[in-house]
């Protein structure tokens, strides 16, 4: 599948996937999740063979992917912070720590950081308020943060 | 309540394994359901058991599977809600990741009654490891025929799927949620038509809450009247509260419905306030419930009596604010994530929630106008009841309430020369 710029072992994963639905259409967000693990992000040269697979038009792919927050584009870090700035996080200092981080990786949200570790991103509600203020980074959520313990994490990203 | 229900087996090591879940009696309702009894009968015992829905609206389950059309020659589909996206709750995710099973069994049952072969577990794309967790004990279940074809040799097959979202607040709405499994964005549609009669695809769909379905499995097990004895007048079961914000316990707890007044649940699951502070407000329902002040919590945390106080259960998810909460702040946090998650397609909830952002952006500055506070009321008035789903309601009535019942710290923060 030289052509589509999809390797054979993510078009037999995404089959799998489309199999469960009724319609082919409907594995659209299953099978931009698995294209995201296996390629980082969701590239234009993407977006036509991805259409395809799920029988939909491109201009489908595009729509969904602009409307969800989880699809990436490329160019974001290696790690992905996303800092919660809901209700129950910023009655507890999610602001303050969001200022931390900016100010900490010299990038406001949305950006990434020169050597291409982090991108930064004030999110809404991560469905973790009992440990807020919290933050995810990638797949793994962090809570009850504070600057200290912030510091700490980042350090173990490399 | 004398004993843990939902929660009874969280605490367990392994508490997530299909061995540990059938060490407990898992899955033995199912098979009850399946081999003694018909899906007529199991309807009709959710329906007396007065099982309210647990995501929000507290409709009753029973009478919602009762609204698929019989012999509509389409598949009938069930979608189990698990977006869980309602700011300030978190109560899901804990029977997802403690005990999947007993969310297995409880679609399982549901399905059987309903007439469905396939369901879906719409599960919000942050919870990672909750995903995860779902699609082993679905691969556990399969591998023991509890899930699959001709499960325990009864005919009866059904295949449950894990279906992540991708991080958008809107796809909690039944609705959205089945615009996004079709593939498409989660755009909320005009009802009716119902779910129940034309949804995932145009077949007969039943969207049900996590915590709704994990209830299930108990009342095939211990009956109606056991189900009855927990909680109070027309509000049944166990129930998951969430408790968030300034508290000193902050966490998911379990009691019977309405056992405890939203005072008590601060006061003595969440050990009240940090340093000694007084309440100032809740929310008691997720952040789209209408806030109550610390003289209006003194009320039954159940649907009803939520309601008669002005406010709603919703989700059950508390925030809770002290009394240094800058209601302001708050007003515009709550406007600002409404705004971010409209989806866009009502213009009174689209541009609406962009204008309360601007207008208290310009109150946080110091620029709020005398006419300002008025002007907020109507543009909530102007959104509430004239959009397509509830996001333009759950926009409005939060900040509404606020605007009322706090107003003089809006007055507070007019310009001075105004």
Known sequence: MVDSGLDQKFIDGAEALIARYPYRSAALLPVLHLLQERYGSVADEHIKPIAQLVDVPPIRVREVITFYTMFYRPGRGRYVIQVCRTLSCSLLGADNLYDHLRKKLGVDNGETTADGRFTLMKVECLGACDIAPVMQINDKTYGELTEDKIDRILEECE | ?418
């Open chain 2, 1 to 418: 309540m004398k004993e843990k229900v939902l929660l009874r087996n969280a605490h367990l090591p392994e508490s997530h394994r299909i061995a540990t879940y059938l060490s407990r009696g898992g899955y033995k309702n199912f098979k009850k359901a399946l081999k003694e009894m018909d899906p007529a009968q199991i309807t009709e015992l959710v329906k007396e058991a007065g099982l309210r829905g647990r995501g929000g609206a507290g409709f009753p389950a029973g009478i919602k599977w009762s609204f698929v059309p019989k012999n509509s020659g389409k598949p009938i589909y069930l979608l189990c809600n698990a977006d869980e996206s309602e700011p300030g709750t978190f109560k899901d995710i804990v029977i997802m990741e403690k005990d999947p099973h007993l969310l297995l069994e409880g679609i399982a049952i549901a399905a059987y009654a309903i007439g469905v072969h396939t369901a879906f577990i719409y599960i919000r794309g942050e919870f990672h490891d909750g995903a995860r967790i779902l699609e082993e004990a679905i691969e556990e279940a399969r591998r023991e025929n509890w899930l699959g074809e001709n499960i325990l040799e009864t005919g009866y097959s059904l295949d449950i799927w894990v279906h992540r979202g991708a991080g958008a607040y809107i796809c909690g709405e039944e609705m959205a949620l089945i615009s996004s499994l079709e593939g498409q964005r989660g755009y909320p549609r005009v009802k009716p038509p119902f779910p129940a009669v034309s949804g995932f695809f145009g077949c007969p769909t039943i969207v049900n809450n996590v915590e709704t379905l994990a209830n299930v499995p108990f009342i095939i097990e211990r009956g109606v009247d056991w189900y009855r004895t927990m909680g109070s007048e027309r509000n049944y079961g166990p129930k998951l509260y969430c408790i968030s914000g300034h508290v000193n316990n902050p966490g998911v707890f379990e009691l019977a419905l309405g056992e405890k007044t939203l005072k008590q649940l601060i006061e003595e699951e969440g050990k009240g306030v940090p340093n000694n502070k007084k309440v100032k407000a809740v929310f008691p329902g997720g952040s789209s419930a209408p806030v109550l002040t610390a003289d209006e919590i003194d009320v039954r945390a159940d649907f009803d009596a939520v309601q008669q106080a002005g406010s709603m259960l919703g989700s059950a998810g508390l925030i809770v604010m002290d009394e240094t909460t800058d209601m302001v702040n708050v007003t515009l946090n709550l406007a600002r994530f409404y705004a971010h998650e409209s989806c866009g397609q009502c213009t009174p909830c689209r541009d609406g929630s962009l204008w309360l952002v601007k207008v208290l952006r310009r109150f946080i500055e110091g620029g709020g106008n005398k006419d300002d506070i008025d002007l907020m009321l109507e543009i909530c008035d102007n959104i509430d009841g004239r959009t397509i789903c509830p996001l333009g309601a759950a926009l409005a009535w939060p900040i509404r309430s606020v605007l009322q019942k706090f107003r003089s710290e809006f007055e507070a923060k007019l310009r001075t020369d105004a």
